[in-house]
């Protein structure tokens, strides 16, 4: 009797998330453990890279080497045990010995659930509920703050400056730039700015 599902991780040998998560739903489906096992997925970022002037968008695994799996749990029926949630034998031996797989990670290759905010931290509910795998956006860029750029589009194209401020989330950098004798903040584009070769 399935009382509850919990998220669960599997580690899986390195480059193999796809093929696992893939032999995992295709045991499912031919095995009729709709029930049992509920859901796989391989949390990726999308990660947006500034570099040199151009904006290139790349998907890429948050976990390389895990997969997450949400399994149906069943009170244990060992004595003493009985508030205990438990993996039903049959599913943890259809995940354990699919091809790929090392273990579930836990004590002792037990396996353990996600809490509430690792399921939240790694974004494993806002996958489920999409089509895809992509949990979050990162944007990454090849200056940080306190580094020496060179501001390359604009009316201030050619000007240095110092990043002082960088924002991902709206897509700007603030630099302090040497102007007409004072020192001034632009706020720019990420990709209107490079570091400054040493």
Known sequence: MAAEARWYIIHTYSGYENKVAENIEKFVENRKMHDKILGVCIPLEKVVEVRDDKTVE????????YVIVKLAVEYS???????VLKVPDETWHAIRYTRGVT?????????VPLTEDEIR??????????????ARTVTEVAYEVGDLVTITDGLMEGNSGVVEA????????????SFMGKEAPV????????????
Not at 77 to 82: C, Q, R, T
Not at 103 to 111: L, N, Q
């Open 58 to 65: 790349v998907e890429r695994k948050m976990f390389p080497g």
């Open 77 to 83: 029926d060992k004595e003493g045990e009985e508030n």
């Open 103 to 111: 273990g579930f990670v836990g004590p002792d290759g037990r396996p």
């Open 121 to 134: 931290r790694f974004g494993v509910e806002e996958v489920e509920s999409s089509d895809s795998n992509v």
């Open 166 to 177: 960088i924002d991902t989330e709206n897509n700007t950098v603030r630099v302090i730039i």
């Open 187 to 198: 706020e720019l584009a990420l990709n209107q700015v490079k570091r400054a070769i040493d």
